[in-house]
Nanobody, 124 residues
Framework: QVQLVESGGGMVQAGGSLRLSCAASGRIYRNIVMGWFRQAPGKEREFVAAIRRSEGSIYYADSVKGRFTFSRDNFKNTMDLQMNSLKPEDTATYYC?????????????????WGQGTPVTVSS
């Protein structure tokens, strides 16, 4: 089992920045994949970013590439999502997710562990 706790959501004006954090605990192995997903009201959950810990490979959705930056601290088992140049369409609840040996990092159904979510609101 892996437990995930997010923090850092809030409200910001368009063009502003927010930093989300996710702390993982429990049985964490080297092949863990940690990701961020988001879900806006009335919309389906969508992939934001993910990292394969064993390789250090980082993946971003096209919609956030160049604006969001993923970072991790393997010692502390935390990962952060720095969100810059935020847009109103980034408004959503952001979820931290994790799983071991996930083949397709952008598919939420492949992640067995999820945090409780943290809301992000970007006003125009």
């Amino acid at each position: 089992q892996v437990q995930l706790v997010e923090s850092g959501g809030g409200m910001v004006q368009a063009g502003g920045s927010l930093r989300l954090s996710c702390a993982a605990s429990g049985r964490i192995y080297r092949n863990i994949v940690m990701g961020w997903f988001r879900q806006a009201p009335g919309k389906e959950r969508e992939f934001v970013a993910a990292i394969r810990r064993s390789e250090g490979s980082i993946y971003y959705a096209d919609s956030v590439k160049g604006r969001f930056t993923f970072s991790r601290d393997n010692f502390k088992n935390t990962m952060d999502l720095q969100m810059n140049s935020l847009k109103p369409e980034d408004t959503a609840t952001y979820y931290c997710a994790a799983g071991h040996g996930i083949p397709s990092v952008a598919i939420g159904a492949q992640y067995p562990y999820w945090g409780q979510g943290t809301p992000v609101t970007v006003s125009s």
